[in-house]
């Protein structure tokens, strides 16, 4: 008896084993993150109820927080170096927050106020995204610490192409580009990063933060 228990149990371990990493939400090893995925559920939840979501952007199972188009997702298969991978994992975020803002936008004011009440946030769509996009970066700063990370987000890139996932709404004019989003220099510097792959990319707010430096230094030169 006691031995069919422990072959009953390995088979359970084996099991979870196979299902893998990405048939969980999420895999958090920080509070804020907890936090965060706790209402980044709550608002697919509401995003999912008042059908609001985007038709032109793929989800990829087990990473709610990166959504792309076909094109792009195909890249996981080719991309090589730290830099290349940085670039395309922060556009799959940059996706998902494009859209979700436009999904945010369209959530019925009740929906909205419950967002909001959970998240403890003033109910103005200004907030909201700020809230969202640093939700984001937590979400997914926390998730990159498990080693194998890139590996599974890109075999779940593929394989959303294969059976995808999306929503009925029209959210951009322009599907390719995503209205601008995506640009072909953008796609390039992926494909073909001209930088070391041990160089760190700068965020986009960082970018921001040094401009406006510059800007403030070249002000005040006598």
């Not at 995503?178 to 041990?198: A, F, V, W, Y």
Request: hydrophobic share 35%; with cysteine.
């Amino acid at each position: 008896m006691a031995t069919l228990s422990i072959i009953v149990f390995c088979s359970s371990l084996l099991a979870q084993d196979k299902a893998g990493p990405h048939k969980q939400p999420f895999l958090f090893s920080h509070t804020k993150a907890q936090a965060c995925g706790k209402i980044w559920l709550l608002m697919d939840e509401l995003i999912e109820k008042d059908n609001v979501r985007c038709k032109e952007v793929l989800e990829i199972e087990g990473f709610p927080y990166l959504r792309a188009t076909p094109a792009v997702m195909a890249m996981a298969k080719g991309i090589e170096g730290k830099y290349a991978q940085h670039e395309w994992l922060e556009l799959l975020r940059r996706i998902d927050l494009q859209a979700r803002y436009e999904e945010l936008n369209r959530l019925s004011a009740e929906d909205l106020e419950k967002l909001c009440s959970q998240a403890g946030i003033d109910c103005f769509q200004g907030r909201i995204r700020a809230f969202v996009a640093r939700c984001s970066a937590i979400i997914m700063g926390d998730e990159k610490r498990n080693p194998t990370f890139m590996k599974t987000l890109r075999s779940q890139a593929l394989s959303s192409i294969k059976t995808p996932k999306h929503g009925t709404k029209a959210c951009f004019n322009d599907p390719d580009s995503l209205d601008g989003l995506i640009t072909m220099d953008l796609l390039h510097n992926i494909q073909s990063p001209s930088r070391p792959s041990n160089v760190r990319s700068k965020s986009y707010l960082e970018r921001r933060i040094q401009s406006s430096k510059q800007a403030v230094g070249q002000t005040i030169r006598p």
